[in-house]
């Protein structure tokens, strides 16, 4: 019994020794979640635009929210293969987020955060902005049609924190 115990000790180091450095290169060397890496914005195109690039942004926009369940402007117009830069400030005393997207992909969000009301944003269409907090989003306009801008906290939503965004067809945009 003692030796067949100690075969099993020596089976199992052995495999532990051997598989081990296998599941630590499995993992790979790159940090997840560093700073430069959440820095950077992800490049993935959507129906209403892709993340934009700062420096390549043609105008700056300041949008501020409030606790009246509104936004100041309350409409965009943009062309096609526009880059811009939205500061966004909360004014309010409760949380607002500031989300770019088509009317139907709002609804659905807005339902589902009627369902999951602790839901965590890390997207560069949507800015999750404290009381009194500002945020940046940088956005490319390079589909044409009519989008939307909104809050999707739950009520937040239905109490009509949204509002229209028309991107006209341009000669010679990217897509």
Known sequence: MKN??????????????VLMPMVALAH???EHGSAAEKAQPVFEQKDWGIAGVPVKASRTIKVSMSDSMRFDPSSFKFKEGETVKFIVKNNGKIMHEFVLGTKANNLEHAEMMKR???MEHDEPY???VAPGETAELVWTFNRSGEFQFACLIAGHFDAGMHGPIQ?????????
């Open 4 to 17: 067949l115990f100690n075969r099993h000790a020596i089976v199992l180091a052995l495999s532990v020794g």
């Open 28 to 30: 790979g060397t790159k």
């Open 116 to 118: 999951f009301p602790k």
């Open 126 to 128: 949507m800015a999750h």
């Open 167 to 175: 991107v006209a067809k341009s000669s010679g945009a990217q897509k």
